[in-house]
């Protein structure tokens, strides 16, 4: 009986073989799904197989919310994690100096933001590569990434991304508008006020795959087979996420895109701003409260969600 990785592996050929028209997109809604979850549990398995963490990744959430430096080798993320928290990261110029989950915490606006260092993240993570999946687990639980590579490696971004999307991690997007309410029997009732481009056929064949044969669906977007998957699977999580550019102090003739955030943690360049966005991403807001009739006290703020 073939395994996991086989499984999937046949199912991902068998769609990039078939074209995708809308004869076809039943068949390949069912094909993604079935591989959604083929996924899903080859993650899980490995995880377990590894005995919940340890070595470091273990890590409580602590403070007002938790930011997670994810980066390739030796981009310059315990660097960035020394000068902006209380945290000592190991540095040196070779790659996986860092091989656990370091702690740091930033004191801004009466915030404690609680910043991981991870080790660094590399192509095939979510199969375990450079102890891809304990990075992962980590990353799963952030409030916000910070995903940052350096000049000479910008492209490494978005591998960066694709490692964090394969792995079930949505990036900078919400969560799809989706009512799934599970019934004892009847079948399934899809309604949607809005044009789908995929048809209601897809839809039912997509929640049957994932054990869903009786419920009431209802859709408040337009949806792809992509994320009307992901409407069905629980292992998805929806993190915000900044993209850095580190070293800009060795940037030479390099272009730089605007997009990013350009810092050297080395020399402190562009550090304030970063932690600006940060802040403003996160989506704190700082409550001093006041008693009647007394002054207002500014040494213990309540940090909450606006």
Do not use: C
């Not at 996991?4 to 050929?13: F, L």
């Not at 993240?121 to 979510?126: K, Q």
């Not at 199969?127 to 990075?135: A, H, P, Q, S, T």
């Amino acid at each position: 009986m073939p395994d996991i990785s086989q499984t999937i592996e046949e199912i991902q050929e068998e769609i990039r073989k078939t074209p995708y028209h809308k004869g076809t997109e039943h068949h390949i809604g069912k094909l993604r799904a079935r591989l959604a979850k083929l996924k899903d549990r080859e993650l899980e398995g490995t995880t377990k197989s590894k005995g919940g963490g340890g070595g470091g990744y273990a890590v409580k959430k602590q403070g007002d919310a938790t930011v997670v430096l994810i980066g390739p080798p030796s981009a310059g993320k315990s660097t960035l994690l020394n000068k902006v928290t209380n945290a000592e990261s190991k540095v040196a110029p070779y790659a996986f100096t860092t091989v656990s989950v370091i702690p740091g915490m930033l004191l801004y606006r009466g915030a404690y933001i609680q910043i991981l260092d991870v080790p660094g993240l590399i192509e095939g993570a979510r199969l375990g590569k450079g102890r891809g999946k304990e990075v992962l687990s980590v990353a799963r639980a952030a409030d916000l990434l910070l995903i940052m590579s350096d000049v000479d490696r910008q492209e490494y971004i978005e591998k960066l991304v694709f490692e964090l999307e394969d792995a079930g991690i949505r990036i900078n997007k919400p969560k799809p508008n989706v009512r799934i309410e599970k019934k004892t029997g009847g079948g399934l009732t899809i309604h949607s006020n809005i044009t789908q481009d995929v048809s209601k056929e897809t839809i039912s064949a997509i929640s049957q795959e994932f054990g869903i044969k009786n419920a009431e669906i209802t859709l408040k977007e337009k949806l792809s087979i992509e994320r009307l998957i992901d409407a069905f699977s629980s292992s998805r999580v929806y993190i915000p996420a900044l993209f850095l550019v580190n070293k800009i102090d060795q940037k030479g003739n390099k272009s730089l895109p605007s997009h990013n955030i350009l810092i050297s943690a080395e020399n402190g360049e562009g550090l304030e701003e970063l932690k600006q966005k940060v802040w403003d991403e996160l989506d704190l807001v700082t409550v001093y409260l006041v008693r009647p009739d007394d002054e207002p006290s500014l040494n213990n703020p309540i940090i909450m969600k606006k």
